[in-house]
């Protein structure tokens, strides 16, 4: 006898003249309907990106000669910021224009933990992969609220969607236009 799946979400079908951004909120919106999943996404996904910014801030990156005095304003969280932008862009540009400033924001936290690992704190890639991880233990108990924990690998797109989908909630809230 076969195992029971656990609860899939139904595919949300675009509507008419529906811009695709839409389309993945919607998808998103179908498999967020539990208060407390959806409360844990506004606190884990921000602190994802943090955590994920942290570790690649705290890779080692290559010293370029031709950089002269801007070498130290570039390393791997430059281009994951970015690829978050242009994907975003994209989609929305005033959520791409949002995400910016969120992730200004969340480097100068990394910033400042970088300092304090220089005065001897704790190394920075532990820290980051600390917020990583108990973010993502967030988003495994939301999807257990949910009763949908592997909704993420039936599409991974969506993934990259999360975080402006943030935003979107904030946005509409507002009643603002994105």
Not at 60 to 75: C, Q, R, V
Not at 122 to 151: C, H, V
Request: proline share 7%.
């Amino acid at each position: 006898m076969a195992k029971p799946k656990p609860n899939t979400i139904k595919p949300v079908l675009p509507k008419k003249d529906e811009r695709p951004v839409d389309v993945y909120f919607n998808r998103l919106n179908a498999s967020h309907q539990q208060p407390t999943n959806r409360l844990l996404h506004f606190i884990c996904v921000p602190l994802m990106l943090f955590g994920a910014l942290g570790i690649a801030w705290a890779i080692p990156f290559p010293h370029l000669a031709f950089l002269k005095s801007y070498e130290g304003m570039f390393n791997w969280a430059s281009f994951l910021i970015a690829f978050c932008v242009y994907y975003t862009l994209k989609l929305s540009p005033i959520l791409s224009y949002t995400m910016l400033l969120v992730l200004f924001a969340l480097s100068y936290g990394v910033s400042q933990l970088a300092v304090w690992e220089q005065a001897g704190g704790i190394p920075l890639i532990w820290m980051e992969t600390l917020f990583l991880a108990l973010a993502w233990l967030g988003q495994y108990i939301g999807g257990k609220k949910e009763g949908n924990e592997a909704s993420f690998k039936d599409d991974t797109q969506l993934v990259l969607i999360t975080p402006i989908w943030v935003l979107y909630s904030l946005f509409k809230r507002f009643g603002w236009k994105y």
